[in-house]
């Protein structure tokens, strides 16, 4: 297991600049979204591969430069193709929102929501009204460098070769990026402690010098940030992507702590409400054991090997809060009817949140701290 090396340096934050593009839909307007290119993970199969993981653990992801050629493929590790997929570089918001409102609540069968940075994003809302106003902006529309010099902006949306393709995020989608920032060894920053800083600033728990950007939308106690808010750290890999507001992502559903995956499919749903029972959602035959159940709050300590959930990181085991080789990454859940999963963390328990994974609320659940972001998968 590597230890002592710069985890925020500006060498390893090179990894993550690649191409952001913006998305122009139906009504004009504009979404920034950012690519996340192809890459290889490992993941250790035995503990032999284990050593090279940031955990030290069975089950945890390295790099594929530390291959021993002495280890067996397949047997001591695997090898993961992932990324090529688009997604939102920040939370989705309004499109006419601003630094002090959310703007206007999306409605109708041609509103979408967007991604751009120093507004408020849109929160206080389902997961089932985030799947159809992030789906909708894919159904017609393109990147501006797909127009051709000339082109009539009015005449996009004539445009559908993304229909169908976007949407909100999926679990997998989600995990992978998080795979990404770990086999590289980015530590994840953003706001995850201001709404228990003592002014309620916006700011990463390890360092109260590390700041954001309130978010006027709510009263200042909250210690919630503008979408882009905060500084260079918490743009890697995505905006956000570690704090302030949760995120809804689809495609993993807990039924009586039964684990059910609908793997990468985006969008997987033929009604909006559809949860586990849907055809896109495969049974796995596996349930959640031998974790610290809902009400309590846990750190992973190790996650689960079997193929139907890697791309999930459900934990194999759980240790005390803020604690494990995993960055603290926070583990909650519910062992009664239909759970939602929840990503990413929020800004009120710090420690938690580098790679969180909440499983522990319903469908029809919503907050002012939780939020999402959509995927395309060209």
């Given amino acids: 297991m590597i230890t002592n090396i710069n985890r925020n340096s500006a060498e390893i934050m090179k990894i993550f600049e690649t191409r952001i593009a913006t998305y122009i839909d139906y009504n004009g307007n504009k979404s920034i979204m950012k690519w996340i290119p192809p890459f290889t993970a490992c993941r250790a199969l035995t503990s032999t591969a284990a050593v090279a993981t940031p955990s030290g653990t069975v089950g945890d992801w390295f790099h594929p430069s530390l291959i021993n050629p002495a280890w067996t493929e397949g047997t001591d590790y695997e090898i993961c193709g992932m990324g090529g997929f688009w997604v939102d570089m920040y939370l989705c918001s309004s499109y006419d929102a601003t630094q002090d409102s959310m703007g206007t609540v999306a409605s109708g069968t041609s509103a979408a929501y967007v991604s751009r940075p120093g507004v408020a994003p849109r929160v206080d809302q389902t997961i089932t009204h985030f799947r159809q106003y992030l789906k909708q902006r894919f159904n017609y529309g393109c990147f501006d460098f797909e127009l051709p010099y000339g082109t ?14 976007g949407g909100l995020i999926t679990d997998a989608h989600w995990f992978e990026i998080w795979i990404w920032t770990r086999i590289n060894r980015w530590l994840l920053r953003g ?28 009263d200042s106690s909250y210690g919630v940030s503008v979408t882009g808010g905060g500084s260079k ?21 807990l039924y009586n702590a039964g684990i059910y995956t609908a793997y990468k499919t985006v969008n ?4 909006y409400t559809d949860g586990y029972s849907h055809a896109s959602f495969v049974n796995t035959g596996l349930s959640i054991s031998g974790v610290t159940s809902y009400p309590d709050i846990s750190s992973i300590a190790s996650y689960r090997t079997e193929p139907k959930i890697k791309l999930h990181g459900v934990p194999a085991s759980t240790t005390t809060p803020g604690h494990g080789g995993f960055d603290g990454q926070g583990f909650r859940y519910s062992s009664s009817g239909e759970r939602i999963p929840r990503r ?13 994974l909440y499983l522990d609320f319903a469908p029809s659940d ?10 395309l998968v060209p």
């Fill in 366 to 375: 919503f907050a002012w701290d939780r939020g999402a972001r959509a995927v």
């Fill in 191 to 218: 706001n995850t402690n201001g709404y228990n800083a003592s002014n309620h600033i916006p700011q990463w728990h390890n360092d109260p010098n590390d700041i954001g950007i309130l978010d006027g939308a709510w």
């Fill in 268 to 271: 997987p749903f033929t009604n």
């Fill in 152 to 165: 009539n902006p009015n005449t996009i949306d004539t445009i559908t070769k993304y229909a169908g393709k």
């Fill in 344 to 356: 990413g963390g929020g800004c009120w328990t710090g420690a938690l949140y580098p790679g969180a």
């Fill in 233 to 253: 750290f918490w743009d890697v890999p995505i905006s956000d992507f570690c704090g302030n507001r949760w995120e809804f992502t689809d495609g993993l559903r």
